[in-house]
């Protein structure tokens, strides 16, 4: 098995098992036994939906702050259009960034910039791999674990192009080097995240052998912060934004795909979505009416992302009132060395991890798939939750596996008890 790590804990004290996050998991990654959540280690993608929907805050996710500035020599920090979504009434990105220098970091360097870079890497790959379309974005670290879990037949879709966030540290990294002299592990790389699944995919990479952010810091913590930074610098920010409307445009859902510049790519956010598109695609993959997919974990996109503090849809329009006076793109492939942009590409490969086996080989799979459609025949089919798992088809199989028993359904217990039978 693969090394995993999720970045997503459980306060045990904390958690009274009410099951909401059994029911918000799109993974069916939770369970409830013994009035306390667990979660399916191999099963979980570090979507964040369970933070989002846990009523007693018994979920969270490990994450840095601030105060790990101290812990190097020079500091960088790679905001993203989220970020900027955050706040009302915001006609110039400078001010963040300004503010976030204030902050006490040494550079500032747009995700969106890198993102800009990225697009323009995937038009070039998009033309020049005809026979792997449709090209299946990268960018997302939960749906990129998804694939590699469940969809073999498309790991070779995938596009081979670092996410932005990546890219962005490479760059700013071999600048910042350069600039000052240090080496790298002087020199701090700060991301301020959206969402649990890209801290998880920095400790452990997916598709990529290294990762190149070394702290993450939620937007939520960051955002007080900022605020008051940036009514001291609002009259006269640093001239630091390195991006236009395309790289803005990637923290809503159907950013990336616009970048492409081609009408014949689409987009799809939330996880029930993704999966839809995917077995769509699974089936029909060989039709080539499509050249570019993007798919997003988070409703909306990045702007959805569980540590955003504002309505995905409201972000959505401030972010449309940001890029409304900016130019196209303002980075580009030919501002930097061709060594750098090689570094752009993943340096691993993407490997099937299968994680939904019902059985060590065929024969035991199928036994078991019988196993359960039987069990299934006892079960009510009402999805309740009551027996600590998601639904009826889930607790059959985690009765295959020897995790449960049939009495774990309420319903079931209750019938064979006054004798009749469901």
Aim: glycine share 6%.
């Amino acid at each position: 098995m693969k090394e995993r790590y999720h970045s997503i804990h459980i306060n045990m004290d904390q958690c009274i098992g009410c099951t909401n996050c059994i029911r918000s998991c799109p993974m069916e990654a939770m369970r409830v036994l013994n009035g306390k959540v667990s979660i399916m280690a191999d099963r979980c993608v570090d979507c964040g939906e369970c933070v989002r929907n846990c009523k007693s805050y018994a979920i969270d996710c490990e994450r840095g702050s601030i105060e790990d500035i101290k812990n190097y020599d020079y500091t960088i920090v790679i905001p993203t259009a989220s970020l900027y979504a955050q706040f009302n009434n915001l006609n110039d990105t400078n001010i963040v960034l300004t503010a976030l220098k204030e902050l006490g970091f040494d550079m500032v360097f747009e995700c969106t910039g890198a993102q800009e870079i990225v697009s323009e890497l995937t038009r070039e790959y998009i033309k020049a791999n005809k026979d792997k379309w449709p090209i299946i974005s990268s960018s997302c670290p939960a749906v990129l674990r998804i694939i590699l879990n469940r969809f073999p037949g498309l790991i070779d879709n995938l596009l081979p192009i670092r996410p932005p966030v990546e890219a962005a540290a490479i760059l700013a990294v071999d600048k910042a080097m350069k600039e000052t002299g240090l080496s790298r592990d002087k020199i701090g790389v700060f991301f301020i995240a959206p969402c649990p699944s890209k801290i998880a995919s920095f400790v452990v990479p997916v598709g990529s052998m290294s990762a190149n952010i070394d702290v993450s810091i939620a937007i939520k913590d960051i955002y007080p912060l900022l605020l008051e930074k940036m009514k001291q610098v609002h009259e006269n920010p640093e001239s630091l934004s390195i991006s236009g409307r395309v790289g803005n445009g990637w923290s809503v859902s159907g950013g990336e795909a616009a970048g492409t510049f081609d009408e014949n790519a689409i987009a799809a956010s939330g996880l029930k979505n993704v999966f839809s598109v995917l077995e769509a695609i699974e089936d029909e993959k060989n039709k080539k009416e499509l050249k570019f997919i993007e798919l997003r974990a988070c409703p909306n996109g990045c702007i959805g992302g569980p540590f955003n503090l504002e309505n995905p849809f409201i972000a959505a329009s401030k972010i449309k009132s940001i890029a409304k006076y900016l130019p196209v793109t303002q980075s580009h492939v030919c501002d930097f060395h061709e060594e750098q942009i090689e570094k752009l590409y993943s340096d691993g490969s993407f490997e099937y991890d299968p994680v939904y086996n019902l059985g060590s080989d065929f024969v035991e799979s199928m036994q078991n798939l019988k196993r359960i459609e039987m069990l299934m025949e006892k079960l009510p089919h009402y999805d309740c939750g009551s027996c600590g798992c998601p639904s009826c088809k889930a607790l059959a199989e985690d009765i295959i596996r020897g995790k449960r028993v049939l009495n774990n359904c309420v319903y079931y217990k209750k019938n064979i008890e006054i004798g009749s039978t469901i």
